[in-house]
């Protein structure tokens, strides 16, 4: 797996052990022993990494399938996928967010008079 993850920050994302380290909370000299093998990686850092670079989990530990997982199109397709909303939460945010903000005042107004 340590080949794997030198290979993923080198060639694939093309950035420091420093940079990598930082979006991960942990230091380069962490990222030096990961790499190096002197240290296991554990699951809660393989998922973070596969969290933050948006890396296939199986092909981080197994060497199988993509690098990387199909990352969302869109903002909203982030979202949706972060929260893990249904296609009728999608749909209501996307109808949401295509009202004219005079709309959305209105709307906001009555749920803040039902909800106080």
Known sequence: MNERLLQLRTQELKIS?????????????AISRY???????????????????????????EGEGDIFTKMPDTAIEEIVEEYGLDKDDEKMLRV?????????????????????
């Open 96 to 116: 949401w967010l295509e009202l004219p903000s005079d709309h959305r005042k209105i709307i906001k107004d009555y749920f803040k008079s039902v909800f106080t």
């Open 17 to 29: 052990q420093e940079e990598f380290g930082a979006k991960l909370g942990v230091t380069r000299a």
């Open 35 to 61: 790499e190096s093998g002197a240290r296991a990686l554990s699951e809660s850092m393989v998922l973070s990494i596969c969290r933050e670079f948006h890396v296939n989990y199986y092909w981080l530990t």
